[in-house]
């Protein structure tokens, strides 16, 4: 049984011969095919090259599109770097503050290099391995596009004291985020990550995220044509998870390590696909034995839930992680199977 | 929202804390500023401080340290120091404020980190406990930190990182300090989001002091100073 077989079956509820594992390795990718990252996260090619890398390395059930939200900040105006140990970061924003929205321009996707690279990755991921590999893109929602647009200060100031700017700004990137993801999803995306910022409970009050994010979050979700998970970003998401629950074109549920997955199993019923596992932190400076025992600790927590896709929690896997530690997600994976 | 301070059912020092302590956690400003330039009419700016906004802030602190921290109400605290800082320091009288100011210190993020907004409520904070600040901004190279602090006379070099990888930068400016022999007398303070999820970090990179929050900062500070003055007694 093959990766898309696997994923597939899960979404029908049919047996598969393995649980499904996945790590975000899009980093990753680069360190195998010894890529400067430059080229790595403007070369669509080099970038897919990467991930065909990791697969025949690791052979994870999903690959991943590029990750790197500074790319979208980038694409509004702002000023990029690339990094040599990790994605390209953001060192000035387009815009210093709300009042400079009205004069800024929406980046056309199918013309701005960056958006552009990222739906170039995507599609040649998509031509090469999805009748075998799932591939999943990741963008962000409405409400967390501005921190990247305007820095994370000024859009904290105007979500908390500034609400009727903020609901403006955020309504405004509607269309800009409908048209991105589902623009991924018909490009062969299996499902499309959205991190959630400013509905996550170590970012935001539960107020805001309820009377702010929430109905903007629904009102965007709702123009989709394929299925999104929710990511945690890196605090626990579970707080808030009711409030996330019934979102349109929720498909599924990437949670923290220190969110309980039984309460989350609990709170939502049985239908979403929760994703849970070890923290990058621990594939980075844990032994293989403690990555390989944590997984098979998370498997028999939901030895029961068919529809659980063992994933690291947090972002995307370090530069350094040890392979073997990464290696020792699959063996548990398949040990854990062969041992039922 | 204001109080009635004056009348008899006037609130208690405490009650008023905790007054401060609950619009900051629901992160209105208004509310708290309202209720802090009303005791300020009373009382004046530097007992505003004094007695209410200081430990208020110590209260907050130690309350949403932990998993119901949220950057919103830190951001808030934050903001209700600085419009006070502000509005104290505009007040006729205000350079009658006695207490001496602390440093000066210097702060930035490391080369590569772009991330502000901690470093600047760690500065608020520390200006709310009367330090002297020179705040170099984002990315700054190793060499500009020290270059400052000499030129300034600051004890203590403040470093924020936001992702590990930049905090691993923080090693060059260990290693600058180091080889210019001022290890001792110059003290680094490191902090940041990644410092919180990775215990063990802050000595990994080279730190002298960390703190839990930006709450917590003063007291590392306060700490990191003495030790400086010591360090350079013993050489001397």
Redesign the interface.
């Given at each position: 049984m093959h990766s898309a077989m696997r994923f597939a079956n899960l979404l029908r509820d049919q047996p598969t011969d393995r649980r499904l594992f996945t790590l975000v390795l899009s980093l990753y990718g680069a360190r195998l095919t010894a890529c400067p990252l430059d080229q790595h996260y403007t070369d669509p090619l080099a970038y897919a090259r990467g991930q065909s890398a990791v697969r025949e390395t690791f052979q994870p059930d999903v690959l991943f599109a590029p990750v790197a939200v500074a790319l979208i900040g980038a694409a509004f105006g702002g000023r990029l770097?690339y990094?040599t140990?990790?994605a390209p970061?953001?060192?000035?924003p387009a815009i210093e503050s709300a009042g400079e929205w009205q004069d800024l321009n929406i980046p056309d996707p199918e013309r701005q290099p960056h958006l552009v690279f990222v739906r170039e990755a995507l599609r040649r991921m998509v031509a090469e391995h999805r009748d075998q590999v799932p591939v999943a893109a990741l963008f962000l929602t409405p409400v967390d596009i501005p921190m990247l647009v305007m820095?994370?200060?000024a859009w904290?100031?105007t979500?908390?004291?500034d609400r009727p700017a903020a609901q403006r700004i955020a309504r405004s990137l509607i269309p800009f985020f409908v048209t991105m993801t589902n623009g991924y999803l018909d490009d062969g995306a299996a499902y499309v990550i959205l991190p959630c910022a400013f509905a996550s409970?170590?970012?935001?009050?539960r107020?805001?995220a309820e009377q702010f994010s929430r109905p903007i979050m629904a009102e965007a979700l709702a123009q989709l044509r394929g299925p999104v998970a929710l990511h945690h970003l890196?605090?626990?998401l579970l707080?808030h998870l009711d409030l996330l629950a019934d979102l349109p074109a929720v498909g599924g549920f990437s949670l923290a390590s220190?969110d309980s997955l039984s309460q989350a199993r609990t709170l939502l019923g049985r239908q979403p696909i929760l994703l849970g596992g070890p923290e990058v932190?621990l594939l980075?400076q844990g032994t293989s034995g403690e990555v390989e025992a944590t997984c098979r600790a998370v498997l028999e927590d939901r030895r029961d839930d068919p529809r659980f896709i063992l994933c690291n929690s947090g972002a995307d896997l370090?530069l350094d992680t040890p392979p073997e530690n990464i290696h020792a997600v699959r063996r548990a994976v398949e040990s854990w199977a062969s041992e039922r | 929202m204001s109080l009635e301070l004056c009348n008899e059912t006037a609130p208690t020092l405490a009650q008023v804390r905790q007054s401060l302590v609950s619009l900051i956690?629901?992160?209105d400003?208004a509310g708290a500023n309202a209720l802090l330039n009303s005791w300020a009419a009373h009382h004046g700016y530097e007992q505003v401080f004094k007695e209410l906004l200081e430990p208020a802030l110590i209260g907050i602190g130690e309350s949403i340290t932990g998993?119901k921290?949220?950057?919103?109400?830190a951001?808030?605290a934050a903001?209700v120091a600085e419009d006070m800082l502000t509005r104290a320091v505009n007040q006729p009288g205000a350079s009658d404020h006695d207490e001496p100011a602390k440093g000066p210190v210097v702060l930035g993020n490391p080369e590569?980190?772009?991330?502000?907004?901690g470093r600047?409520m760690v500065a608020t904070m520390l200006r709310s406990k009367g330090w002297l600040i020179h705040d170099l901004g984002?990315?700054v190279p190793a060499e500009e930190f020290i270059g400052q602090a000499l030129a300034t006379g600051a004890r203590i070099i403040g470093v924020s990182a936001m992702?590990?990888?930049t905090a691993q930068g923080i090693r060059a400016l260990r290693q600058e300090i180091d080889a210019r022999g001022l290890r001792g007398r110059i003290q680094l303070a490191v902090g940041g989001?990644v410092f919180l999820?990775?215990p063990g970090l802050a000595e990994d990179v080279g730190g002298d002091g960390t703190a839990s929050s930006m709450f917590a900062a003063p007291a590392l500070f306060d700490r990191l100073w003495q030790a400086s003055l010591q360090a350079e007694l013993s050489h001397a």
């Open positions: 770097r990094l140990s990790n970061t953001l060192a000035q820095g994370m200060d904290m100031d979500v908390l004291f409970p170590g970012i935001v009050p107020t805001i890196d605090p626990p707080p220190a932190r980075r370090w | 956690k629901q992160a400003r998993e921290h949220t950057l919103a109400q951001y808030v903001k590569g980190d772009f991330h502000a907004l600047r984002n990315d992702t590990m990888t989001a999820v990775m």
